[in-house]
């Protein structure tokens, strides 16, 4: 029995190389200069890890590799995001068209699951690990269920993931680790809660040690949506991890920032580099920087004790949330720059199917997309509630050329991370290739590079223009 894993290629996430980012990799032997995408996803290889071993499997990331359509597996597992919905939706039609068997799983699947059954002969509802050994049997007998529904899976037992089945040369950052699943935080806009729980759940730490022995590459992305969620056993992650080589970033709450046991502990274990949601200065419902008399200060603290310890820091913003205003979204960006952060994203609040945010505006009337390939946080899916969609697109346009423009890199740079060592030297290119993209590119295309080969989201875009 043959098994084909796929998944489509998103052009509107980081997941695409653009070329101006690889000028960086000549100056680090961790990064790879002929690269395609920048991170290979882990979900499908987890899955391929699981499978028995008398099944052979073959695992095809549309960012790197064409789909083959003439493939001879059996059986042909698809996931996707919701923005690639519609695209997965078409490979699995097309697959089905040749007369193979398919069967769709993922987190816009999971809670748009009637949906995706017109266009699977099986779809799997939640988290695919403790179901999948029994859809292959079922599948073997010819009794193929049209819905699986997993439990919550215990983070046990999956070993190491087959890395060996990506084409782990095409990727910027090629090793990427998860050691836990979960968010206790709800936040309104997020899925992460929905589909993968509100309390943590632990992959064991030798099973951890494990998988990062096996890897090649000593810079390491830790996938976790939360790196520090629960402290106990974050520290003692890291304590494991001290000694072991390993250079690496990863997902964090800005509590870590006030916790200096556990950012020393972080540090010592080789961490370089944290993404920290800030999400939003203008509500108050938001408790992530403290109270709302002191958030400010917090937020300059929590920056300041990062960079003491050398952690470059990437703040996530999400604009358009209904307290913002267009003055609040341009005070968000000066006082990103003001904080030095070494790099920022701002995106736009995107509605996703099953979360809080969702039913919210679809039960006030504000959605005004039912296109899913549109919820990609480049494009306005609903009615803002201060400003109208033009005004909000020009304020997340603008945050992005004011934070990345080349007066504001090299004031924000200078401050903390002078071009004198290779690793700041290495910001610097990436900040610079990042602005040299947000003045290139003034439209809400997706960047391009010019070595990806064409995907079927850019085939179906150019049949809809």
Not at 85 to 109: S, T
Not at 160 to 188: A, H, I, N
Not at 352 to 374: H, M, V, Y
């Amino acid at each position: 029995m043959k098994v084909a894993l796929i998944s489509p290629n998103n052009p509107y996430n980081i997941f695409r190389v653009p070329e101006m980012f690889k000028v960086a990799a000549r100056l680090s032997p961790w990064m790879q200069v002929h690269a395609r995408a920048a991170f290979p996803g882990l979900n499908l290889a987890i899955i391929a890890a699981i499978t028995p071993p008398d099944i052979e499997v073959r695992i095809i990331d549309e960012s790197v590799e064409p789909i083959d359509f003439d493939c001879d597996a059996d059986l042909i597992g698809i996931t996707g995001m919701t923005n690639m919905a519609p695209v997965a939706y078409r490979i699995a039609d097309e697959f089905r068209r040749r007369g193979k068997k398919v069967v769709l799983g993922g987190v816009h699947v999971t809670v748009c699951a009637d949906e995706a059954q017109a266009h699977a002969d099986a779809v799997v509802v939640g988290e695919a690990e403790p179901v999948w050994r029994e859809l292959l049997q079922d599948f073997q007998r010819g009794e193929l269920k049209p819905r699986y529904r997993a439990p919550l899976f215990d983070m046990k037992g999956y070993g190491v993931p087959r890395r060996d089945l990506l084409k782990q040369e095409m990727y910027l950052f090629p090793s990427t680790v998860e050691t836990g699943r979960g968010c206790p935080f709800d936040c309104d806009f997020c899925s992460v809660s929905r589909t993968a729980g509100r309390s943590y759940r632990f992959r064991p730490t030798e099973e951890v040690l494990e998988d990062v022995a096996s890897l090649k590459n000593r810079w390491v992305f830790f996938v976790d949506d939360i790196i520090n969620g629960h402290r106990q056993h974050a520290l003692q992650l890291f304590r494991a991890l001290k000694g072991k080589g390993l250079k690496w970033a990863g997902q964090a709450t800005v509590m870590i920032a006030r916790d200096e046991e556990l950012l020393d502990a972080a540090v010592e274990a080789g961490c370089r580099g944290l993404f920290i949601g800030f999400e939003t200065f203008s509500s108050p419902n938001f408790k992530k920087l403290g109270k709302p008399d002191n958030w400010r200060a917090r937020f300059f603290e929590a920056c300041e004790a990062l960079h003491k310890k050398n952690v470059a820091i990437w703040g996530g913003f999400v604009f358009g949330l209904d307290t913002d205003t267009v003055d609040s979204l341009r005070e968000t960006v000066k006082l990103a720059a003001a904080a030095h952060l070494d790099f920022a994203q701002f995106s736009r609040l995107t509605p996703l199917p099953g979360t809080a945010q969702w039913k919210q505006f679809n039960a006030e009337g504000r959605l005004t997309e039912t296109d899913w390939s549109k919820y990609n946080f480049q494009s306005v899916c609903y009615v803002p509630k201060q400003m109208n969609a033009d005004e909000l697109n020009r304020a997340v346009t603008e945050a992005w050329r004011e934070f990345y423009s080349f007066r504001t890199v090299p004031r924000r740079l200078m401050a903390t991370r002078p071009p004198v060592t290779k690793g700041n030297l290495i910001l610097w290119a990436l900040n610079l290739g990042i602005s040299r993209i947000v003045q290139q590119y003034r439209s809400k295309e997706p960047v391009r590079s010019s070595n990806q080969p064409a995907s079927v989201f850019e085939k179906m875009s150019r049949e809809t223009a």
